[in-house]
């Protein structure tokens, strides 16, 4: 059985930091590419960020830029986002999601049907 196990959210001021952590099991990490994605009430799923699983490229969505960095060990199965400079328009339920990487691109990491599994979600509240 596939499990993504997001956790690390919490409620943080603005300017705060956060580290979000997403152990798998049941894949073999090192053959997924992995990505955050996160949802805010009322609005659409959105990518956050993304990471190859071969060469560990990273991507961002334009409003996390400078502020996010998404990481991996491939030894523990597990991935990061290390949020920084947190402000109240990142709150949202966030999710951590892993593409085989046969069925990912650099060009569709934000596309939702390109990832395989999805974790439960942790919840972030930044407040102002």
């Known amino acids: 059985e596939v499990q993504l196990q997001a956790s690390g959210g919490g409620l943080v001021q603005a300017g705060g930091s956060l580290r979000l952590s997403c152990a798998t099991s049941g894949i073999i990490f090192e053959d997924y590419a992995g990505a955050w994605f996160r949802q805010a009430p009322g609005k659409e799923r959105e990518g956050v960020s993304s990471?190859?699983?071969?060469?560990?490229?990273?991507y961002y969505a334009d409003s996390v830029k400078g502020r996010f960095t998404i990481s991996r060990d491939n030894a523990k199965s597990t991935m990061y986002l290390q949020m920084n400079s947190l402000r109240p328009e990142d709150t949202a339920v966030y999710y951590c999601a892993a593409a085989a990487s046969g069925g990912w691109t650099a060009r569709g990491w934000q596309r939702l049907y390109e990832y395989n599994y999805w974790g439960q979600g942790t919840e972030v509240t930044v407040s102002s």
């Open positions: 990471i190859s699983s071969r060469d560990g490229s990273t």
